[in-house]
């Protein structure tokens, strides 16, 4: 190796480790420190509100749930409600009571027709 290989900072013998030099030097010129904390905090400040609006939809969306989840809580009084009712107007006592009301009369004889062979009219 060159004596002053330091002092001059290229390799004579190796002309290939000269460029790898430079490129690091490319790249520690490109990324200074002023450099890489802008970026850091551009990158910090977009990660803070990312956070922030998925944090506010989940809540939204949280509250949102919980509402249709009591709507539909509601909707299951209300079918069962309107189940019972249903049954209570087809019990017999009830469309006893009904028929009551309209005045109707009770049939005491029943005659029961029946035909004769097995005719059918004919238009």
């Not at 200074?32 to 509100?49: C, D, K």
Request: aromatic fraction near 8%; charge should be positive; glycine fraction near 4%.
């Amino acid at each position: 190796m060159c004596r002053f290989w330091r002092r001059e900072r290229c390799n004579h013998h190796f002309p290939e480790l000269n460029k790898k030099t430079s490129m690091f030097r490319g790249v520690k010129k490109l990324f200074t420190t002023m450099r890489v904390a802008s970026i850091l905090t551009v990158v910090i400040v977009g990660i803070g509100f990312v956070y922030l609006t998925q944090t506010n939809v989940s809540a939204t969306q949280g509250y949102q749930i919980r509402e249709l989840e009591d709507h539909i809580e509601n909707l299951q009084k209300q079918n069962k409600r309107l189940n019972l009712e249903y049954i209570e107007l087809q019990s017999m006592a009830n469309i006893i009571e009904r028929a009551e009301g309209l005045d109707l009369v009770a049939i005491d004889d029943v005659e029961v027709i029946s035909s004769v062979g097995s005719s059918v009219a004919l238009r």
